[in-house]
């Protein structure tokens, strides 16, 4: 018969000892490089929209929010418009509705922009951001 003892530490140590504990150096880490790579892909006319990007509720949380009145309908990449006037430009307190019509975004500044900006960026740097945040975790 054989006895034995594992000695494990608690799952919330190993974690802290990784970095990975809930809003820690990884995923602020994350959240950081999410933000910084979106930008050649966010649409800016005047930098309002990019320059939105944050952590939500805080750094580390591993949620962006762009919080504008117009980031929306850029994100999805459609017309908005009143449903009782069909213009752009909704009456007070009315919500607009989506068309089918597209957005047609300047590319002067970002050549890159356009709708699904995060999905798009996620799409070719998913794999730098998690090389990043490996290393912090000091893992390969």
């Known amino acids: 018969m054989i006895h034995g003892k594992l000695d494990v530490k608690p799952t919330d140590l190993m974690l802290k000892d990784r970095n990975l504990e809930e809003y820690g150096k990884v995923q602020r880490f994350i959240d950081t490089e999410v933000i910084r790579n979106m930008e050649p892909y966010t649409p800016n006319l ?3 929209l990019y320059k939105s990007a944050k952590p939500y509720p805080r750094a580390g949380s ?3 929010i762009q919080s504008t009145p117009y980031g929306k309908f850029h994100y999805y990449g459609k017309v908005m418009v009143s449903p ?3 213009s752009p ?3 007070k307190g009315e919500k607009k509705v989506l068309t089918d019509r597209s957005l047609v975004h300047n590319k002067s500044k970002h050549p890159l922009a356009g709708p699904f900006w995060f999905e798009r960026m996620k799409s070719d740097k998913k794999d730098e951001i998690l090389q990043g945040a490996r290393k912090i975790a000091g893992t390969k």
Do not use: K, M, N, P
């Open 62 to 64: 591993g949620q962006i």
């Open 89 to 91: 430009w909704a009456l």
């Open 84 to 86: 009782t006037t069909g």
């Open 46 to 48: 005047l930098g309002v």
